[in-house]
C-alpha cells in the first residue's frame, strides 16, 4: 500500500509543473504588473501639447475620474486605437493624453486630421513623466479614479473588445469611489 | 580567388563597424569618477529591460532602454547608491526591471523550488536505496526453521540420487 503511494510522487511532480507551465503558456509575457496601481498619479510639470507656452501639472486634469492615454505618432497602434478613443469621447469618456516622445508639431497636424478626444495634452517630449508612470511602450491606458490613484493599467489598444472586457468596469467603478 | 578577398574584407569592414559602434555606446557616458563609472557598468548589466522582456538595458537598442541608461547615468552622477537607482526603477516598473528579484511570497517558489526538488529527489534516491538493502538481506538471511528444513530437504535429495 504504502509502495504505492510512493509510485504517485513522479505524478504529483508532474502535474504540478504541467499546471504551471498551463497557465504561463496562457499569460501575456507583455502584460506586466504595474508598479503603479493604487498610487496616485505622479507630480510633473509639462507643456500643453496645443499651447506649449502653458505648463500643466497634474492638477490640471480637474476633479473626477479619468482615462490617461499614452500615445505618439510614431505609434502605429495608436492609430489603430485612435477612432474607438473619438468614441470613447463621445460617450462621455474623460481621457488625457501624453505625448510620449513625439514631435509635438506631428502630433499636433494627427489630431486636426483624425479628431481630438482628449480633454487636454501633456507634451512628454523626453519621457519623462512616462517613466514615472513606468511607461515601456505606447499606447498604455491608466484608469484613475475620483482620489487620483491608478487604479488599473491596460498595454495595448484599447478597441471595443478591451473596452467592455476590462476597461469599462473600471472606469465605471473609479468614478465610485467618492460616493462610498 | 578575388571574391573570396573581397568577403574578407568585407568581413573585417563589418567587424570594425561593429566595434566602433560598441565603443560608441559606452562613450556616450563619460565618467570622471572611475567608482561611478563601475556602479553605473553594473547596474546596466542588472537592470532589465521592460520593453524587450530578456535583455538588460546595457544590451538592448530600445528606446526605453535608452532612456532607463540616461536616467541611471544622471542618478549615478548625482551621488545616487546602487540601491537608490534600483529602487526608483522598482518602484515605476515592479520587480520585473531587476534581474535579482526579493524574496517574498510570490517569488518563494523561484527562490526555494530548486531547493525543494532537490529534498524530493534526495528523499526519493534514500526510500529507493533503503528498500532495495531490505528485499536482499531477506533473501540472505533464513530462520532457524526455515535452515532445519533446508537441511531435511536436502538430505533428502541425497538419499534419492
Redo the contacts between chains.
Sequence with gaps: MN?RL?LL?PLA?FLFVGAFFYTALFSD??E?????VGKPVPEFELPDLLNPSRQLTKQSFGEGHYLINVWATWCPTCRAEHEYLNKLAKLGVKIVGINY?DEPAKARVWLEQLGDPYVLNVQDYK?DLA????V??APETYVVDTNGIIVYRHVGDVNERVWRDKLAEKYREAGEVNEL | MSFNRLISIGFAATLGLISLSANATIDAYPFQDESKEAEFKELINELRCPKCQNQTISDSDAGLAKDLKDKTYEMVQEGATKREVIGYMVDRYGNFVHYQPPVQSSTWVLWYGPFAFMLVAFIAIVVVIRQRGKTTTSTVELSAQEKARLDELMKKDDSKS
Design positions: 509502495k510512493i510522487v511532480c509575457p507583455r506586466l504588473e504595474s508598479a503603479l516622445k519621457g517613466i514615472d508612470l513606468g515601456y511602450g
